[in-house]
């Protein structure tokens, strides 16, 4: 075989091994890099409720204490757990918590979107995801989702239902992960 000849066969199976490649870590992602306890956060992003929108990502909060619930106005689990999320944002907002609920309702649906935290009095942060984007960025499974992330950038809790937000569990998690030192 001319030295051609290999190098052409060569580069054919470098192209089938870079391709298969590709497509396992496009299509088997959620297999491969699963979101999930002690992985890295993945970096979403998402739209204030202003009349101007303004682009806020997951960077925005980066070295803080945060808590990511992903919810809809129209899911009814999440109407049962959003006063206990106030609740908690009422005691450790003030501490550094930063809480960002991000919405994942159609498109057009920002003024629900507000009229649904003023009845329920919500006053720590509320982002829109019209596209849904975070439920693929962070294999969301149903709603709410909720996911408590380190300052450093790690995922330390995942929930997949609504819960006491305000509960001792919760607010212990909440006080060790706001005084734990990161290098």
Same mark, same amino acid.
């Given at each position: =075989? *001319?030295?051609?000849?290999?190098?052409?066969?060569?580069? $054919?199976?470098?192209?089938?091994?870079?391709?298969?490649?590709?497509?396992? *870590?496009?299509?088997?992602? +959620?297999?491969?890099?699963?979101?999930?306890?002690?992985?890295?956060?993945?970096?979403?992003?998402? $739209?204030?409720?202003?009349?101007?929108? /303004?682009?806020? *990502? $997951?960077?925005?909060?980066?070295?803080?204490?945060? =808590?990511?619930?992903?919810?809809?106005?129209?899911?009814?689990?999440?109407?049962?757990? =959003?006063?206990?999320?106030?609740?908690? +944002? &009422? *005691?450790?907002?003030?501490?550094? $918590? /930063?809480?960002?609920?991000?919405? @994942?309702?159609?498109?057009?649906?920002?003024?629900?979107?507000?009229?649904?935290? /003023?009845?329920?009095?919500?006053?720590?942060?509320?982002? +829109?995801?019209? &596209?849904?984007?975070?439920?693929?960025?962070?294999? @969301?499974?149903?709603?709410?989702?909720?996911?408590? @992330?380190? /300052?450093?950038?790690?995922?330390? &809790? &995942?929930? =997949?239902?609504?819960?006491?937000?305000?509960?001792?569990?919760?607010?212990? #998690?909440?006080?060790?992960? #706001?005084?734990?030192?990161?290098?």
């Amino acid at each position: =075989m *001319t030295g051609r000849k290999q190098l052409a066969i060569g580069a $054919l199976v470098l192209g089938l091994t870079c391709a298969i490649a590709y497509g396992a *870590t496009r299509y088997l992602r +959620h297999e491969l890099f699963p979101v999930e306890l002690g992985t890295k956060a993945p970096n979403f992003k998402a $739209l204030t409720l202003d009349s101007i929108p /303004k682009e806020k *990502t $997951l960077a925005d909060y980066r070295g803080q204490v945060v =808590m990511i619930n992903v919810w809809a106005t129209w899911c009814l689990p999440c109407r049962v757990e =959003m006063p206990s999320i106030e609740a908690l +944002h &009422k *005691t450790y907002g003030p501490k550094g $918590l /930063k809480i960002v609920a991000v919405s @994942i309702d159609d498109p057009g649906t920002d003024s629900g979107i507000r009229a649904f935290a /003023k009845q329920y009095g919500l006053t720590f942060e509320i982002l +829109h995801d019209p &596209k849904g984007e975070i439920t693929d960025l962070y294999d @969301i499974t149903g709603y709410p989702e909720t996911f408590i @992330i380190g /300052k450093d950038g790690v995922i330390r &809790k &995942k929930l =997949m239902s609504a819960t006491d937000w305000n509960s001792p569990e919760a607010r212990a #998690l909440v006080d060790r992960l #706001l005084t734990e030192r990161t290098e």
